[in-house]
T-cell receptor, first 115, second 114 residues
């Protein structure tokens, strides 16, 4: 596997289900991100992890719970979602450095549908 | 806070014609600027970036972009469009002081007519 991978690619769940999205980066990066892409809104940053520590929570509802067990893996745990949470969830990674800015590399996304 | 505007939601262009996508940003200093492309059902792929130096930057797939400080713009161009360029294009701004965060524009969907 190369780059950033995400599983599953598609997920349909009911509002009472609990599911998890997985992201893995094979680039040796130390920062990972979750974004939400809805039909009517620009890409929204949800969470940022640097060196496995969460450094950003962009006012995301608690029904979304991120987990970063190591610098290569990032999860998004979902529970009690609402239909408006249906969206494409994108994971990205980058090499965070104090002296430079480095671009983010994106995975293919998980298309989530909440019924 | 920084913001990014892509004024055109949709653009239709004939194959072989030129393409220009507009991007304007709002930020007090020069940010890091990016163009990403998203094909249907796919994630985002980086086309090009501007960090400093020459204001005309070359990217992949024959794209280029020009940074104009006076206009706070970073427009994307391609001289001759191919049918495979049909996709959605996103301009993004990165601010080092805000961590490695990116702020995206709303995107421009490009349709290519044969």
């Amino acid at each position: 596997e190369t780059g950033v991978t995400q599983t599953p690619r598609h997920l349909v769940m009911g509002m009472t289900n609990k599911k998890s999205l997985k992201c893995e980066q094979h680039l040796g990066h130390n920062a990972m991100y979750w974004y939400k892409q809805s039909a009517k809104k620009p890409l929204e940053l949800m969470f940022v992890y640097n060196f496995k520590e969460q450094t950003e929570n962009n006012s995301v509802p608690s029904r979304f719970s991120p987990e970063c067990p190591n610098s290569s893996h990032l999860f998004l745990h979902l529970h009690t979602l609402q239909p408006e949470d249906s969206a494409l969830y994108l994971c990205a990674s980058s090499q965070e450095a104090t002296s430079s800015y480095n671009e983010q590399f994106f995975g293919p996304g998980t298309r989530l549908t909440v019924l | 806070a920084q913001s990014v505007t892509q004024p055109d939601i949709h653009i239709t262009v004939s194959e072989g014609a030129s393409l220009e996508l507009r991007c304007n940003y709002s930020y007090g200093a020069t940010p890091y600027l990016f163009w990403y492309v998203q094909s249907p059902g796919q994630g985002l792929q980086l086309l090009l970036k501007y960090f400093s130096g020459d204001t005309l930057v070359q990217g992949i797939k024959g794209f280029e972009a020009e940074f104009k400080r006076s206009q706070s713009s970073f427009n994307l161009r391609k001289p001759s469009v191919h049918w495979s360029d049909a996709a959605e294009y996103f301009c993004a701004v990165g601010i080092k002081a805000a961590g490695n965060k990116l702020t995206f524009g709303g995107g421009t969907r490009v349709l290519v007519k044969p």
